[in-house]
């Protein structure tokens, strides 16, 4: 968590990517378990890469913790329940970074 924290946006964001490279993860574990799920957090908006709606359908489970942009919020946060819906996942909101534990830990007490 503390190395999410710590890491600086940038601005080129390919959430497509990102999710393809879970999907990989998720894949090198071997032991079947109904628990495979994947996280993003993300602000939903993506300007680099393909449009994640329907990669994040091929997870088990993608959940999704929403931070809003500074800049239309509001579009990267329907992204974002887009996102937690094709991968028949939760949804969270934050409003900020410093409440992406809580969203963690609550996420976590419900799965």
């Known amino acids: 968590i503390d ?3 710590d890491s600086e946006a940038v601005g080129f964001t390919n959430i497509h990517i990102g999710l393809e490279k879970g999907l990989k993860e998720l ?4 032991e079947r ?3 495979k799920f994947g996280i993003l957090i993300s602000d939903g908006n993506y300007n680099r890469g393909d449009n994640p ?11 999704v913790i929403g931070i809003p942009a500074e800049n239309d919020a509001a579009r990267g946060i329907d992204t974002c329940r887009e996102i937690a ?3 028949q996942g939760k949804f969270f909101a934050v409003n900020n970074y410093r409440e992406i534990p809580r ?3 609550e996420l976590l007490s419900q799965i």
């Open 27 to 30: 894949d090198k574990i071997k």
């Open 33 to 35: 378990t109904r628990n």
């Open 3 to 5: 190395e999410i924290l």
């Open 53 to 63: 709606i329907d990669l994040a359908k091929k997870y088990p489970k993608l959940h």
């Open 85 to 87: 819906k094709a991968g």
């Open 103 to 105: 969203a963690l830990i």
